[in-house]
């Protein structure tokens, strides 16, 4: 089986200090970094959250509080801090993360009011190329790892199993803003029913 490993915003932002912090994000790099050395993978692909200023999913955008429900037009279920802005530092990679093994960085939410949690279909359904890219190589096998388990990991798992992927993420090297267990729980096995599998 031929593998791809996805590695989704590993950027400044959703780390520790970052704007929109997944708690304990840091935890991760060692093994992504593991895992890229690996030799296992024909592709790396990175994801790189790219928002204009005042995107229509920041919170800030519409006078609201971050987090604050907002469900509409490719945007929500919550509005978010401002995070991950285009040529700004948050949006940069984790300078930890050994950022030159990608061979594929795929941008996504550059569209002011489309938000883009997937790395293969933005959230009103547009194509970002990704699934034809791991098709031409004939990839067959995807693994996802990084941030944040419960949005764009858990979003991009699903794409990737509808374009027809076998698809796992590894669970050491994601995770999720969701800090409830019971709740993070009833993510996975939604994941799980949907075809997705996990691995260590
Ligand atoms: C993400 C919320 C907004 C993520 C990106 O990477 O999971 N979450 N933008
Ligand atoms: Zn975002």
Redesign the pocket.
């Known amino acids: 089986m031929d593998r791809a490993l996805l590695v989704i915003?590993l950027q400044n932002d959703f780390y520790p200090n970052g704007s929109?912090a997944v708690p304990n994000g840091d935890e991760i790099n060692n093994t992504i970094n593991k895992l890229m050395k690996s030799g296992r993978y024909k592709a790396i692909v990175a994801t790189q959250?790219w928002?204009p200023k005042n995107?229509k999913?920041f919170a800030s955008t519409h006078n609201r509080k971050p987090f604050s429900e907002y469900n509409q037009g490719g945007i929500g279920p919550v509005l978010?801090p401002d995070?991950?802005v285009q040529n700004t530092k948050g949006a940069e990679f984790h300078p930890d993360i050994e950022s030159e093994k990608f061979n594929l960085i795929i941008r996504?939410?550059y569209h002011y009011k489309v938000?883009?949690?997937s790395a293969f279909y933005e959230n009103d359904g547009s194509n970002l190329g990704l699934a034809g890219y791991l098709q031409e190589l004939n990839i067959d096998k995807v693994c996802i790892a990084g941030l944040a388990l419960d949005?764009?990991v858990k979003y991009t798992a699903l794409d990737s199993v509808k374009s027809g992927f076998d698809t796992t993420v590894v669970i050491s090297a994601t995770k999720a803003i969701e800090q409830d267990p019971k709740k993070l729980q009833k993510i996975l096995d939604e994941m799980k029913n949907k075809g997705v599998t996990f691995k260590e």
């Open positions: 915003d929109l959250d928002h995107d999913s978010w995070h991950c996504k939410g938000d883009s949690y949005y764009c």
